[in-house]
T-cell receptor
């Protein structure tokens, strides 16, 4: 069983709309959680980083949340833009070992 | 800061040949570098971890004789895919860290196509 499960696998939204991506985990304990944006054919770029004790972290139009009770993290994107089309990956750091989700493929349409 | 580059960004090679991919940390000294492989629509899979000046540690199932890793300096690691086969075609991504247990910074990746 994967330790990190992301949903949905893929998502299509219209430009300007908001969306929320989910990341469920069983990794425990962990030191921090990152959300990455990975454009096609490129390496992952960090969007947010949260420690185990943080509940929310924002970076512009990106807001990540963490609920340790339900073992869920989410990434909320507001006012989506065409350039937001990419794969979004959540990743847990467990003592230096990185555990990645499989990613959510987001497509923003005009 | 924390910029990692990879070269080449894409490469096409014939089956049976070897290809070398470079990973450089541009503005920090990377004591540890990591090599990942990513197939389409799949998660990054760690292949190996290398510390400067020592042998790489390979993940289970990764052939060390096929994927040669050299981390000769604090800013450069290389991955050589030897006797490449079409099934080695993938996206290879490196990351670098200035401590073995600290955050990793990713390179832009190298697309390898073996014909």
């Amino acid at each position: 069983k994967n330790q990190v499960e992301q949903s949905p696998q893929s998502l299509i939204i219209l430009e300007g709309k908001n969306c929320t991506l989910q990341c469920n985990y069983t990794v425990s304990p962990f030191s921090n959680l990152r959300w990455y944006k990975q454009d096609t054919g490129r390496g992952p770029v960090s969007l947010t980083i949260m420690t185990f004790s943080e509940n929310t972290k924002s970076n512009g139009r990106y807001t990540a949340t963490l609920d340790a009770d339900t073992k869920q993290s989410s990434l909320h994107i507001t006012a989506s833009q065409l350039s937001d089309s990419a794969s979004y990956i959540c990743r847990y750091n467990q003592g230096g070992k990185l555990i990645f989700g499989q990613g959510t493929e987001l497509s923003v349409k005009p | 800061g924390a910029v990692v580059s990879q070269h080449p960004s894409w490469v096409i090679c014939k089956s049976g040949t070897s290809v070398k991919i470079e990973c450089r940390s541009l503005d920090f000294q990377a004591t540890t570098m990591f090599w990942y492989r990513q197939f389409p629509k799949q998660s990054l899979m760690l292949m190996a971890t290398s510390n400067e000046g020592s042998k790489a540690t390979y993940e289970q199932g990764v052939e060390k004789d096929k994927f040669l890793i050299n981390h000769a300096s604090l800013t450069l690691s290389t991955l050589t895919v030897t006797s490449a086969h079409p099934e080695d075609s993938s996206f290879y991504i490196c990351s670098a860290s200035d401590r073995a247990d600290y955050e990793q910074y990713f390179g832009p990746g190298t697309r390898l196509t073996v014909t």
